[in-house]
């Protein structure tokens, strides 16, 4: 079975820190991206940073300098320590993972975790 689960989210302060983090099953096969999107009440779903097998690195310009992610490969796990979090990264967060079968790509989305920061 096919799983990506996410943890780590809750209620902080502004200026507070969280720290989330994401494994996926082994069934997923070929990872390549693993990354962090998020979506706020009304408002479509975003990138908020993304890390390729290689170690590239992609991230938001609105997160630049407060979130890291990372990567353990051995783990099948992304993390992504939020720090100075601001009212407006209030959202659900959802983790998605890239997989590859011969060239074919296949995206798994976990279930999301709600991240809220208190002005």
């Known amino acids: 079975q096919v799983q990506v689960v996410e943890s780590g989210g809750g209620l902080v302060q502004a200026g507070g820190s969280l720290r989330l983090s994401c494994t996926a099953s082994?069934?997923?096969?070929?990872?390549?991206?693993m990354g962090w999107y998020r979506q706020a009440p009304g408002k479509q779903r975003e990138l908020v940073a993304s890390?390729?097998?290689?170690?590239?690195?992609d991230y938001a310009d609105s997160v630049k300098g407060r979130f890291t992610i990372s990567r353990d490969n051995a783990k099948n796990t992304v993390y992504l320590p939020m720090n100075s979090l601001k009212p407006e990264d209030t959202a659900v967060y959802y983790c998605?993972?890239?997989?590859?079968?011969?060239?074919?790509?296949?995206?798994?989305w976990g279930q999301g975790t709600q991240v809220t920061v208190s002005s």
């Open positions: 082994r069934t997923i096969f070929g990872i390549s991206t």
């Open positions: 890390i390729e097998s290689g170690g590239n690195i």
């Open positions: 998605k993972v890239r997989g590859r079968v011969i060239t074919l790509d296949y995206d798994y």
